[in-house]
């Protein structure tokens, strides 16, 4: 059982550029987020979604754009990178909605030149 | 705009020694506190939660405390082990449960022997 897979682990983009950051979970997790983490802040909420072909914005969605074809898979893309999005990101995922604690996976540190 | 924040950014404690972290946040609204531990390059790992209608929650080693009348969250650690050495954050949630989390910056916890 492998938990929250996150790929790639780390990354340096050029500005304009476009990436797709990956999250994979296979516990059957109706819930998955993504977050990012800047030095010296908390983690907060870019895009969530509560099931397969459900999503929504959270406090920073500006930049990003997300997707939920499958249960498994949570896809977080930068359409044209911009050095504020220097960042680690994190994607997690719970059983449902509000009933359990989200699991984390290990981050993907993402650098933009 | 509201945040959960920490009072302390480092805190060093002997091992063995008790260790307690606090938090206070300023939603009066929010009905769900978490405590999160993250090891350097892992993501968030889940330790303990509490309700709003609660003031105390213990779990292996640790203890949450909630003081709605300051709006003031804490964590205490037992008996402190150099494991215990990491960047603690709480979060609220105002959703009714563990999504839509707002993070605290992190308090860094460093174990000495």
């Known amino acids: 059982n492998a938990g929250v897979t996150q790929t790639p682990k780390f990354q340096v983009l050029k500005t304009g550029q476009s990436m797709t950051l990956q999250c994979a979970q296979d516990?059957?997790?109706?819930?998955m987020s993504w977050y990012r983490q800047d030095p010296g802040m908390g983690l907060r909420l870019i895009h969530y979604s509560v099931g397969a072909g459900i999503t929504d914005q959270g406090e920073v969605p500006n930049g990003y754009n997300v997707s939920r074809s499958t249960t498994e898979d949570f896809p977080l893309r930068l359409l044209s990178a911009a050095p504020s999005q220097t960042s680690v990101y994190f994607c997690a995922s719970s059983p449902t909605q509000g009933s359990q604690p989200q699991h984390f996976g290990d981050g993907t540190r993402l650098s933009i030149l | 705009g509201e945040s959960v924040g920490l009072h302390l950014p480092t805190l060093s404690v002997q091992e063995g020694d008790n260790s307690i972290i606090n938090c206070a946040y300023s939603?009066?609204?929010?009905?769900?506190f978490i405590w999160y531990k993250q090891e350097s390059g892992k993501g968030p790992q889940f330790i303990i939660d509490i309700r709003s209608n609660m003031d105390k929650r213990q779990g292996q080693r640790v203890t949450v405390l909630l003081n709605k009348t300051v709006k003031h969250l804490s964590l205490q650690i037992a008996a402190t082990q150099p494991g215990d050495s990491a960047v603690y954050f709480c979060a609220e949630s105002r959703s009714g449960g563990y999504n839509k989390l707002i993070f605290g910056a992190g308090t860094r916890l460093a174990v000495h022997p």
């Open positions: 516990m059957n997790h109706e819930y």
């Open positions: 939603n009066s609204a929010s009905d769900y």
